[in-house]
């Protein structure tokens, strides 16, 4: 056998077959692992090294709806039996709650916390690292499937499948759902849906179709208890057959056969578990419904400006921020031209994909992968609670890489040899980790995760507010009166940023008003005390804090005029807001104190009438 040479080597590395001449393009056989084992070590290890540091990191964020405050997690092994038969946020408000559009059922990933709390209570550090032992399998599994797309050689570091997936596991925007506990959901979702692919080409190129279709229907499954963005794989299987396995329609059309079936069995439990599959009311909390109060071209423009912005952080992964709630991201309408551009982009790429699948399978395939896994995050179907979050971008991430590292190593064969290809992607890479790593800190503990957030998301109510909330637990433990005074300070000019982004947040309100009730603790100034408490229920009625503080001090001789007073502003102003029912609430509290206050009766009496309801209102005049 003659010698290859070098140049042959380099033409084997960027050779793949033609779609006009092979039936299929998808080759299960020619990946042997022996040869490929130090391609495998390294992608298994890779997010170990990246994300080592989160290894000592504890609980944060969304981790005490899922683990810390869940009651069925925290039951261990018993648990589990609730948790899969349970809405997913009734183990922590300890009833059904629709809080979002559809509800939530992913219970996968909250039995395995269970599990774990079983093995070893409490303990955060295991559940980090099961988090990147798992990513790395997503890495070998994507590799997997890819060296059935492309062909394999020698020299595998050069190869598409092994720089896709290096580039993958690398990205930053990955960092919240692997950093933070709670993101295991996005990770096992993919790695299911990633076999459920396997599986899908197994059963229409592999002798064994039956085990096959067995196995795709069973990690498929999996996949959508895991979360909900899995149903998206009901279109891309069958589509990634069609576009590579170019014979044997009969056998892609039992594959879907399978993944339809298994969707209708998966929608019938959520029905059966939840109640409902789409809310029968509407949720109107913009915080877990961000388009209240759009008209439908407002959102279609904002959603629009959403699906650029996935796209410029996939391509350039800076600033990131865990935080995109209102109004981080601006209600758009179709007169900004990033709104038009996004559209025309999109359109015009996806009609592309359709039309050329045949010419460009890969770079066809990759697009219609990134459009379809995120159609189900895009709010364009059902509002799934914010405007957008990176780690939505978990999976559909994956096709801008592919698309990518294809032009790079096939479309620009003209310019750019496999070597030059392999070095940029390697810069790309090395960027992609320094970003990852010193984007991996943030989420240590809610304090740096809020810091880090404020810097970004400026315009989010809910960061500015969340931020609030972690200065003031700080204060709690504050050792001195000055680091209190300050920690104090600062923790109202976060509420009051947030207040003015969205003046009627319950828990900015709740926020201001324990502040204020502090400060009051360390001042003794009840003038100031009861300003900031009308100020609080005048946007926000309904404060609970209000409530629970004043009864300690509105009886007592020294504040009772100024508690009268006080009780009788609100009131009035809640009349003028015509807010009657809250407005009689707080006049009644304060007409307990002194039934025959002139102006509270007055003020009553003005209500009553204002709801038309005259006889009551004589009572008062």
Known sequence: MPKKTKSNHLKETVSTPQPSTAQSLINLGQLRLADHKLALLILLILPILLYLQSTTYGYVLDDKI??????????????????????????????????????????????????????????????????????????????????????????????????ISVLYLSHPIHVEAVANIKGRDEILAFGFGLLAMYYGMRSVTGQRSLVSLLLLAVTYYLGVLSKENILTFLGVIPLMLYIFHRNDYKRIGVVSGVLLGVTLLYLIQRYQIIGFLINPEPVTDIMNNPFVGMTLGERLATITYTLGKYLSLILIPHPLTHDYYPYQIPIMTWGSPSVIVTLILYVGATGLALLKHKVYPYLSFAWLFYVLTLLIVSNLLVSVGTFMNERFAFISSLGIIWILVHLLFYESKKWINPQSATLLCGMI????????????????????????????????????????????????????????????????????????????????????????????????EMTQLLKAFEEVLLRSPGTKYVGEFLPFYDKNPLYRDQALDFYGRVGEGLRQQQNYQWALHHLAIGNRIDQNHRGIRKAIAATYRDMGQETKARQFD
């Open 66 to 163: 899922v683990i810390t405050d869940n009651a069925y997690t925290q039951q261990g092994l018993s648990g589990v039996t609730k948790i899969m038969t349970t809405e997913s946020f009734e183990g922590y408000f300890k009833e059904q709650k629709v809080l979002v559009q559809g509800g939530r059922y992913r219970p996968l990933s909250i039995a395995t916390f269970a599990i774990e709390q079983s093995i070893s209570p409490d303990n955060p550090q295991l559940s980090h690292w099961i988090n990147l032992i798992l990513y790395g399998v997503v890495g070998l599994l994507l590799y997997l499937i890819l060296t059935a797309l492309y062909p394999v050689t020698s020299r595998w570091w050069m190869s598409v499948p092994f720089i």
């Open 429 to 524: 890479a090395m960027a992609f980790a320094v970003k990852t790593v010193t984007r991996v800190p943030v989420w240590k503990d809610a304090m740096s995760l809020n810091r880090a957030a404020v810097k970004v998301s400026t315009q989010s109510a809910r960061a500015n507010s969340f931020m609030a909330t972690a200065l003031f637990e700080q204060y709690k433990t504050a050792p001195t009166r000055e680091e209190k005074v300050q920690l104090l300070a600062e923790a109202d000019h976060y509420v009051q940023l947030s207040l003015d982004i969205y003046p009627e947040y319950p828990n900015a309100n709740l926020m201001a008003a324990g502040i204020a009730a502090e400060t009051f603790r360390m001042n003794q």
